[in-house]
């Protein structure tokens, strides 16, 4: 029974701001710190092990844990990057398979977009894996979430000798899309334009 | 739950022999989370892969991806055998 | 969206239907995706909204859908999802016909196949943990940073501390035996600083070249016979690094059963890096002592979670994990995560170990320390061990690491030696964790798993040790 009650009460009090340190998590939980923002804020989703962790630290320059094994990221972590002139709070979580979670630790993700509401999804997915992952893409889209797709690891791809056509998907899935090598930050600028663009058509909606 | 029978060419995963290669025919299991589980990381019906290992895990490959499983995950994805050596 | 997902068509039909039912509320997900995740049996949702007045009729919705259906719903909504899935990506990916095989991939087959995998494991174990870890930075490094605290820093501090106090109450708080500088600062910079060091750096480099998932494919058939899947093995090896951060990451098991075990044997068994260092540098001098202590521990190790995984309701959690492409570490990323690591690590501890110095100096002065260590002295006797030995139990109880840096002190003293340093060992390695540890467990755990973990752990280290002490006196051990 605790497994429910868990969740909530082991966000690391505030006065731990350690924590982000260790790349667990950060200090505040996202539920109590963000319900009233008036600021953008982005969710980075999807399965463990694609590359959030390292795509957060690189948008936010806080740094967490990323590593080479699934399951490194146990809690949200949130840091900000001012985009456009606009604050931006970035969220990393655990790794999320789909919008069904079985693990504590992807109920994090799933409890972060299902219970607030977030100006974007990024939903991060691995180039070598792209039909695979693609299932939460679908999933999240479904849910009318607005969704931007990070295809990463494409230096992987391509010494696998895969090529993806960036504007080909984001015709077919009618979002935006942007191919990325986080480790190498060839794609960082493109993805920081596209989030660029979508702060300010936000701006425009609220000032309309 | 066993239509499909223990003939050969269509069998749970963890009857199969090493390097075999197969499409998934079924995934099922008393538990739904389990199934969840598999459907969650891609595996699917129609879906192509090679049984790598048997010890101590079973080691599976789907097209590009590597995941190891426990006996009883391999038991609930049906192979159909296109390939034995 | 040009590639609209749809269903078949009995699922489009119930979709419908449960999503005239559904009232506007404020969800941020659309009604849609809410009806799909009714449909798949969505646990969490189903509880929110089983109160609902219409929450019966959604589910004769539900059950009649499944009529229509042999497997399970949620595998039907999946596969037309992944039709779409693989649709677009044959759309948009251009791949070579000849799949390319991955980077390393004759290490990958030699690190999980178990006849070359096994050896693999125990190699990357003894250079790992127990050459680079132990011996160097438990060993080499701390005598060093030591070696120059006590004939460099701690007379300049005593000397200073005594020109500023004059009071001896006031000396004794910051310098002398147990002073913050002379006993707390020392202890973290010199003992602590290098084994947490070289841990984390060897984990860093574990984690960033893909092997954990691979060793976790290896130890899952041996987990299981201790109610734990393979997966646990990377919290329970992170504890050689540090309990409190593995308590932490215990999440990422997948059942409460899964997590009660391994918590209970990250507090009981497994050595934290700090204790593990001083232990090994300790007993590395006589190596039966070393044997003894390792064969305990392991023994313990299955024996307790073949128990807990006999008593505790519930069946061995299933092992799934993916397994990514052996990759070659980058030196920064390393030095950056270990970095980071360590400032964790201090922040949290640095306060502890004064803490614990002004604890230890005020008991001392209000005599209550005195109190404890005497009640404490009994319990020594009765596992053979000279009295001396209770400051160390007791201050260990502040830091796990602090009680071995305790028996570190003893030992080069001579007061602790052969037997009694085996059976101090293994009493101080199962003896309840640090207060971090301890404050982790309760918020990860509940207070009531906590309170029973410790209080099995406390009587089980005491028992134990006594058991130790009377089989290697009747077996006559020499060391
Ligand atoms: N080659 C390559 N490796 C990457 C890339 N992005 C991330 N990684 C590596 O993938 C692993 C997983 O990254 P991490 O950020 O922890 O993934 P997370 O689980 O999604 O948070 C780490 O070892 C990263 O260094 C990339 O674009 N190319
Ligand atoms: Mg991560």
Same mark, same amino acid.
């Given at each position: 029974?605790?497994?429910?009650?868990?969740?909530?009460?082991?966000?690391?009090?505030?006065?731990?701001?350690?924590?982000?340190?260790?790349?667990?998590?950060?200090?505040?939980?996202?539920?109590?710190?963000?319900?009233?923002?008036?600021?953008?804020?982005?969710?980075?989703?999807?399965?463990?092990?694609?590359?959030?962790?390292?795509?957060?630290?690189?948008?936010?320059?806080?740094?967490?844990?990323?590593?080479?094994?699934?399951?490194?990221?146990?809690?949200?972590?949130? &840091?900000?990057?001012?985009?456009?002139?606009?604050?931006?709070?970035?969220?990393?979580?655990?790794?999320?398979?789909?919008?069904?979670?079985?693990?504590?630790?992807?109920? /994090?993700?799933?409890?972060?977009?299902?219970?607030?509401?977030?100006?974007?999804?990024?939903? /991060?997915?691995?180039?070598?894996?792209? &039909?695979?992952?693609?299932?939460?893409?679908?999933?999240?889209?479904? #849910?009318?979430?607005?969704?931007?797709?990070?295809?990463?690891?494409?230096?992987?791809?391509?010494?696998?000798?895969?090529?993806?056509?960036?504007?080909?998907?984001?015709?077919?899935?009618?979002?935006?899309?942007?191919?990325? #090598?986080?480790?190498?930050?060839?794609?960082?600028?493109?993805?920081? #334009?596209? /989030?660029?663009?979508?702060?300010?058509?936000?701006?425009?909606?609220?000032?309309? | 739950?066993?239509?499909?029978?223990?003939?050969?060419?269509?069998?749970?995963?963890?009857?199969?022999?090493?390097?075999?290669?197969?499409?998934?025919?079924?995934?099922?299991?008393?538990?739904?989370?389990?199934?969840?589980?598999?459907?969650?990381?891609?595996?699917?019906?129609?879906?192509?892969?090679?049984?790598?290992?048997?010890?101590?895990?079973?080691?599976?490959?789907?097209?590009?991806?590597?995941?190891?499983?426990?006996?009883?995950?391999?038991?609930?994805?049906?192979?159909?055998?296109?390939?034995?050596? | 969206?040009?590639?609209?997902?749809?269903?078949?068509?009995?699922?489009?039909?119930?979709?419908? +239907?449960?999503?005239?039912?559904?009232?506007?509320?404020?969800?941020?997900?659309?009604?849609?995706?809410?009806?799909?995740?009714?449909?798949?049996?969505?646990?969490?949702?189903?509880?929110?909204?089983? =109160?609902?007045?219409?929450?019966?009729?959604?589910?004769?919705? *539900?059950?009649?859908?499944?009529?229509?259906?042999?497997?399970?719903?949620?595998?039907?909504?999946?596969?037309?999802?992944?039709?779409?899935?693989?649709?677009?990506? =044959?759309?948009?990916?251009?791949?070579? =016909?000849?799949? +390319?095989?991955?980077?390393?991939?004759?290490?990958? $087959?030699?690190?999980?196949?178990?006849?070359?995998?096994?050896?693999?494991?125990?190699? %990357?174990?003894?250079?790992?943990?127990?050459?680079?870890?132990?011996?160097?930075?438990?060993?080499?490094? !701390?005598? *060093?940073?030591?070696?120059?605290?006590?004939?460099?820093?701690?007379?300049? !501090?005593?000397?200073?501390?005594?020109?500023?106090?004059?009071?001896?109450?006031?000396?004794?708080?910051?310098?002398?035996?147990?002073?913050?500088?002379?006993?707390?600062?020392?202890?973290? !910079?010199?003992?602590?600083?290098?084994?947490?060091?070289?841990?984390?750096?060897?984990?860093?480099?574990?984690?960033?070249?893909?092997?954990?998932?691979?060793?976790?494919?290896?130890?899952?058939?041996?987990? $299981?016979?201790?109610?734990?899947?393979?997966?646990?093995?990377?919290?329970?090896?992170?504890?050689?690094?540090?309990?409190?951060?593995?308590?932490?990451?215990?999440?990422?098991?997948?059942?409460?059963?899964?997590?009660?075990?391994?918590?209970?044997?990250?507090?009981?068994?497994?050595?934290?890096?700090?204790?593990?260092? %001083?232990?090994?540098?300790?007993?590395?001098?006589?190596?039966?002592?070393?044997?003894?202590?390792?064969?305990?521990?392991?023994?313990?190790?299955?024996? *307790?979670?073949?128990?807990?995984?006999?008593?505790?309701?519930?069946?061995?959690?299933?092992?799934?994990?993916?397994?990514?492409?052996?990759?070659?570490?980058?030196?920064?990323?390393?030095?950056?995560?270990?970095?980071?690591?360590?400032?964790?690590?201090?922040?949290?501890?640095?306060?502890?170990?004064?803490?614990?110095? %002004?604890?230890?100096?005020?008991?001392?002065?209000?005599?209550?320390?005195? !109190?404890?260590?005497?009640?404490?002295?009994?319990?020594?006797?009765?596992?053979?061990?000279? $009295?001396?030995?209770?400051?160390?139990?007791?201050?260990?109880?502040? +830091? +796990?690491?602090?009680?071995?840096?305790?028996?570190?002190?003893?030992?080069?003293?001579?007061?602790?030696?052969?037997?009694?340093?085996?059976?101090?060992?293994?009493?101080?390695?199962?003896?309840?964790?640090?207060?971090?540890?301890?404050?982790?467990?309760?918020?990860?755990?509940?207070? $009531?798993?906590?309170?029973?973990?410790?209080?099995?752990?406390?009587?089980?280290?005491?028992?134990?040790?006594?058991?130790?002490?009377?089989?290697?006196?009747?077996?006559?051990?020499?060391?």
């Amino acid at each position: 029974m605790d497994c429910h009650d868990c969740h909530k009460s082991c966000q690391p009090k505030p006065q731990n701001s350690v924590w982000k340190l260790l790349g667990f998590g950060s200090k505040k939980s996202a539920k109590s710190n963000f319900s009233r923002h008036s600021h953008t804020t982005i969710a980075l989703v999807g399965s463990p092990n694609v590359g959030k962790s390292l795509l957060f630290n690189l948008l936010t320059g806080t740094y967490v844990t990323v590593s080479n094994y699934p399951g490194t990221t146990v809690e949200v972590a949130q &840091g900000n990057r001012i985009i456009a002139g606009e604050k931006v709070t970035f969220f990393d979580t655990p790794g999320m398979y789909s919008l069904i979670p079985i693990t504590e630790e992807e109920k /994090v993700a799933r409890d972060l977009i299902m219970n607030e509401t977030l100006d974007l999804v990024i939903h /991060v997915v691995d180039a070598k894996h792209l &039909g695979r992952m693609l299932n939460l893409t679908l999933q999240l889209i479904e #849910a009318e979430l607005p969704v931007l797709l990070v295809v990463n690891m494409m230096d992987e791809a391509k010494k696998l000798g895969i090529w993806i056509d960036e504007n080909q998907l984001a015709n077919k899935l009618g979002i935006p899309v942007v191919t990325m #090598a986080a480790a190498q930050k060839v794609g960082l600028k493109k993805l920081i #334009a596209k /989030v660029a663009d979508y702060v300010q058509s936000t701006l425009l909606c609220v000032t309309y | 739950m066993f239509t499909e029978g223990f003939s050969v060419h269509y069998s749970p995963l963890n009857f199969l022999g090493n390097k075999t290669q197969g499409v998934i025919t079924a995934i099922k299991n008393q538990d739904e989370k389990i199934v969840k589980k598999l459907l969650a990381m891609g595996f699917h019906v129609g879906m192509q892969i090679t049984l790598e290992q048997k010890f101590p895990v079973f080691v599976i490959r789907a097209g590009r991806t590597r995941i190891a499983i426990d006996k009883d995950i391999a038991s609930s994805i049906k192979v159909r055998v296109s390939n034995r050596n | 969206m040009s590639n609209q997902l749809f269903y078949v068509s009995p699922i489009e039909a119930a979709i419908t +239907r449960i999503e005239s039912l559904l009232d506007d509320t404020h969800n941020p997900i659309s009604r849609r995706s809410i009806a799909l995740l009714l449909l798949q049996k969505d646990p969490i949702l189903s509880s929110q909204l089983k =109160q609902e007045p219409y929450f019966p009729e959604i589910e004769r919705i *539900i059950a009649h859908t499944q009529e229509y259906f042999s497997e399970s719903l949620s595998l039907a909504i999946a596969q037309s999802r992944h039709q779409l899935a693989m649709a677009i990506e =044959q759309d948009v990916i251009i791949q070579p =016909q000849e799949q +390319r095989t991955f980077q390393y991939e004759w290490l990958h $087959k030699l690190t999980v196949h178990p006849v070359s995998g096994i050896p693999i494991l125990v190699l %990357v174990l003894y250079f790992g943990v127990y050459q680079f870890v132990g011996v160097f930075g438990g060993g080499t490094l !701390v005598d *060093i940073i030591e070696g120059f605290f006590e004939s460099e820093i701690n007379p300049v !501090v005593n000397s200073i501390v005594a020109i500023i106090f004059p009071w001896q109450v006031m000396q004794d708080l910051f310098a002398n035996d147990y002073g913050i500088f002379t006993l707390g600062i020392r202890y973290a !910079v010199a003992i602590v600083l290098p084994v947490v060091t070289t841990f984390f750096l060897m984990f860093s480099l574990l984690e960033d070249s893909g092997y954990l998932p691979r060793l976790s494919l290896l130890a899952d058939r041996l987990f $299981k016979t201790i109610g734990l899947s393979g997966r646990s093995i990377i919290p329970l090896i992170l504890g050689l690094g540090c309990g409190t951060m593995a308590t932490l990451v215990t999440r990422t098991l997948e059942s409460k059963r899964e997590r009660i075990i391994a918590t209970l044997l990250l507090a009981l068994t497994i050595p934290c890096s700090a204790q593990l260092g %001083v232990i090994l540098a300790l007993l590395s001098v006589e190596p039966t002592a070393l044997f003894v202590w390792a064969t305990v521990m392991v023994t313990i190790f299955l024996g *307790i979670g073949f128990l807990a995984g006999k008593i505790l309701p519930g069946k061995a959690g299933c092992f799934y994990i993916e397994i990514p492409p052996l990759r070659l570490p980058r030196l920064q990323a390393i030095l950056t995560k270990t970095y980071v690591r360590l400032k964790w690590y201090f922040a949290e501890i640095l306060p502890l170990f004064i803490f614990a110095s %002004v604890l230890i100096w005020a008991g001392k002065l209000t005599g209550l320390f005195d !109190v404890l260590i005497r009640g404490l002295e009994p319990v020594m006797l009765w596992l053979g061990l000279p $009295k001396e030995a209770a400051p160390t139990f007791l201050y260990g109880f502040f +830091r +796990r690491d602090y009680g071995a840096a305790g028996m570190f002190e003893l030992h080069s003293s001579g007061i602790l030696a052969g037997q009694q340093l085996v059976v101090a060992a293994v009493t101080l390695t199962l003896f309840i964790p640090c207060i971090a540890q301890l404050q982790f467990m309760l918020k990860e755990r509940g207070v $009531k798993n906590t309170i029973a973990i410790t209080s099995f752990v406390v009587l089980f280290a005491f028992s134990l040790g006594y058991i130790l002490n009377q089989l290697l006196t009747i077996m006559e051990v020499g060391f």
